[in-house]
């Protein structure tokens, strides 16, 4: 029997678990009427680690998107001029036995939701703390700086959306150094900056910066700038790839 799936319809209004090949050839042959349909599998399919494929969606302006989940990020993968067909063909295979289609060529959207009140995270090695403040983010750091643990990730999410990633690492010739990593989500074209630093006392400046007031650190010679969309669209093609943990 396929795992448990809903089917969504009437823009979205119309729910059912009662699943069948029929339902979903109905559906989809009535896009107009429907504004949209949604296939969802309760139980998404696993590509690596954090990532997980779990909706497909057909728009009646022949749109197509696939919905991944890679940590807490939404990601989908879009495709236009899509025909009915064609639409329940990877409906159906989506169903039937969980295949994926090929989106060598779709582009690729990080989804958020509507403007909320801000709130934060910090993961450390793996380990998502549920309770924390502003000293808390510095000791993590602090920590990587002394051995203690190798990486932490600060996320904010809502208005002014983005993260910080500081990855401790060895240069060759001993000195600590950390790889960092940070985004800012915006209404326009999202900033993605990465550099190797090792002056703790800027990167501790930067962080501080951004726990305590949300300030991301400023443009400099430190940090090499790279395109959001195009790193987030490859993250999920290595995904893709690596089917031996699916």
Known sequence: MNTQHVLITKNGEQRTSNVTYERIFNALYNIKSNEYVTLEKCLPVKIIREAEAFAMTFYKDSRFAVY??????????????IDCE????????????AKLPDMTDWACEELRPEPQKTSTSLMVDGQEFRHFDF???MAALENIRDGVSRWLNYTISGDNGGYMTVRRCEKSDATTAYKV??????????T????V???FAALRGWLWELALSNEYPAPGP???NF???????????????EDDER
């Open 68 to 81: 991944f989940r890679v940590r807490k990020t939404v990601l989908r993968m879009c495709k236009n001029g």
């Open 181 to 190: 990593e940070w985004v800012r989500w915006n209404d326009s074209e999202p």
């Open 86 to 97: 064609k639409a329940i063909g990877m409906m159906c295979d989506f169903f039937h036995s």
């Open 135 to 137: 000293s808390d983010v």
């Open 227 to 241: 395109d959001v969309n195009d790193y987030f669209q490859k993250l999920v093609f290595r995904f893709l790839d």
């Open 192 to 195: 993605g900056c990465r550099g």
């Open 197 to 199: 630093i090792t002056d």
């Open 222 to 224: 430190q940090w090499i």
